[in-house]
Nanobody, 119 residues
Framework: QVQLVESGGGLVQPGGSLRLSCAASGSGFSINGMGWYRQAPGKQRELVASISSGGSTNYADSVKGRFTISRDNAKNTVYLQMNNLKAEDTAVYYC?????????????WGQGTQVTVSS
């Protein structure tokens, strides 16, 4: 069994920063792409940023220049550094990973972590 466990969410004032982490645990697996999604109340889940196993990154237009995704392959961990946060960044953030385990590829999701940007 593979699990993704997120941490780092919380309440922050506009203009502030947060760093999210997502660690994959289990045994006998390998990971390809990883990413962060978010879902605000009443809205669909959307891609925030993604990173390939080789380090290529992709960002939603709304976060370019403010958010940075990175990963530590040795720790099976992906990070999202969020700077200059805005009220519209408020959402539940979910980690996602393409994982090869038990002979097949599957998409795994974390449990979500709340990010609230408010004064």
């Amino acid at each position: 069994q593979v699990q993704l466990v997120e941490s780092g969410g919380g309440l922050v004032q506009p203009g502030g920063s947060l760093r999210l982490s997502c660690a994959a645990s289990g045994s006998g697996f390998s990971i390809n792409g990883m990413g962060w999604y978010r879902q605000a109340p009443g809205k669909q889940r959307e891609l925030v940023a993604s990173i390939s196993s080789g380090g290529s990154t992709n960002y939603a237009d709304s976060v370019k220049g403010r958010f940075t995704i990175s990963r530590d392959n040795a720790k099976n961990t992906v990070y999202l550094q969020m700077n200059n946060l805005k009220a519209e960044d408020t959402a539940v953030y979910y980690c996602n990973a393409a994982v090869f385990h038990s002979g097949r590829w599957r998409s795994y999701w974390g449990q979500g972590t709340q990010v609230t940007v408010s004064s």
